[in-house]
């Protein structure tokens, strides 16, 4: 059974740095796309970052994050990372990581993880 574990959330100072990670494990697959998302308290999950592997690799940020977060996957770990620097207050919130996955030859699935809380503040 594949699932995704995410790590590296806490607490940080504004202008500080963290860095989110996104393990996949299970048998068989391969990464697809993955993206990282965020619910601040009281409002809608946002997409902050999205990778696509494939012949070519590519990327989309939020505007809100663009030139400060960076999004990156590790196709040998099986894992994705989402760099975060000069966080602000406003990034605070639970970061979730979404994968689609390869799954053999029965398809492509979607998966999440169970989140990670980050707090920006002093």
């Known amino acids: 059974q594949v699932q995704l574990v995410e790590s590296g959330g806490g607490l940080v100072q504004p202008g500080g740095s963290l860095r989110l990670s996104c393990a996949a494990s299970?048998?068989?697959?391969?990464?697809?796309?993955m993206g990282w998302y965020r619910q601040a308290l009281g409002k809608e999950r946002e997409l902050v970052a999205g990778?696509?592997?494939?012949?070519?690799?590519?990327?989309n940020y939020a505007d809100s994050v663009k030139g400060r977060f960076t999004i990156s996957t590790d196709n040998a770990k099986n894992t994705g990372y989402l760099q975060m620097n000069s966080l602000k207050p406003e990034d605070t919130a639970v970061y979730y990581c979404?994968?689609?996955?390869?799954?053999?030859?029965?398809?492509?699935?979607?998966?999440w993880g169970q989140g990670t809380q980050v707090t920006v503040s002093s």
């Open positions: 979404n994968a689609i996955l390869q799954i053999g030859t029965h398809g492509s699935f979607a998966y």
């Open positions: 299970g048998r068989d697959f391969s990464i697809n796309y």
């Open positions: 990778i696509r592997s494939g012949g070519s690799t590519s990327t």
